[in-house]
């Protein structure tokens, strides 16, 4: 485990401890966190009891999860955090895709979920959108139901797409485009996309094609009697919260 003392309190920063038994991989995550604003790497670790007491030494405001560690399975780090009285934030980065490991890491109450590898930016986006539910959350004040309702919000995250997007993509579109996998059982072809949302089958297929080479959603192919095969997406990012609390990966 390797560390370094914490200073004041009050600075604004929020303080991260990285968890990843591969060192190598520990130092790019470390550099990647470093380059976002108001972010700093307070410690890394290179097992989940490291981790344990790192926490216990560093008070990290969150930490950077991997799940494949060399002692006990990530997602166990995280009961024994609550039971020694850390309330820090996880995120999972981790190459699990299996839908019970994810599953598993929404009970748990990550704020994400980030599948390796990655590049430096998606990771930065991540975190920037972590900082903003976090400042807001902090910044409540509840009045009433509709404070309440805003906090669980917050809390819950969304499914806002998070990798850069290329040039002439808009975000309100990726959002919908993401929001219609995300609620659709099964998979989507561009043309049904393009109909959920009232983009265009072109637009919906480009937006489906670039989640496609992020990695936030799988391609399959769907054989007719005639004709070139269609091509029909399904979400794999971060487990989404359907209507009604059922937890879907």
């Not at 520990?26 to 926490?55: I, L």
């Not at 494949?68 to 820090?88: E, K, T, Y």
């Amino acid at each position: 485990m390797t560390s370094e003392p914490r200073t004041s309190a009050t600075t604004g920063t929020i303080d991260v401890l990285v968890v990843d038994d591969d060192f190598m991989v520990a130092k790019v995550h470390r550099a990647f966190v470093e380059r976002v604003e108001s972010f700093r790497v307070v410690g890394v670790a290179g097992s989940g009891a490291q981790a344990v007491t790192a926490a216990d030494a560093l008070r990290p405001d969150l930490v950077l999860l991997d799940l494949h560690l060399p002692d006990i399975f990530g997602l166990d780090v995280i009961p024994r955090l609550r039971s020694a009285g850390h309330d820090c934030d996880v995120m999972v980065v981790s190459a699990a895709r299996e839908a019970e490991t994810v599953r598993g890491a929404v009970r748990h109450g990550v704020v994400d979920y980030l599948l390796k590898p990655f590049e430096s930016e998606e990771l930065r986006a991540r975190l920037e959108r972590y900082a903003d539910r976090r400042g807001r959350m902090l910044g409540t004040v509840v009045r009433g139901q509709a404070d309440v309702d805003r906090v669980l919000a917050g809390a819950a995250g969304g499914a806002t797409p998070v990798a850069a997007l290329p040039k002439g993509m808009s975000v309100e579109t990726a959002e919908l485009v993401e929001r219609a996998l995300c609620e659709t059982d099964g998979t989507l072809s561009a043309s049904e996309c393009a109909a959920l949302t009232g983009v265009s089958r072109v637009s919906a297929r480009r937006y489906l094609e670039h989640f496609h080479t992020v990695g936030r959603v799988e391609v399959s192919l769907r054989y007719g009697v005639a004709g070139r095969p269609e091509r029909r997406y399904r979400f794999r990012g971060p487990t989404a919260l359907r209507p009604g609390g059922e937890v879907r990966a």
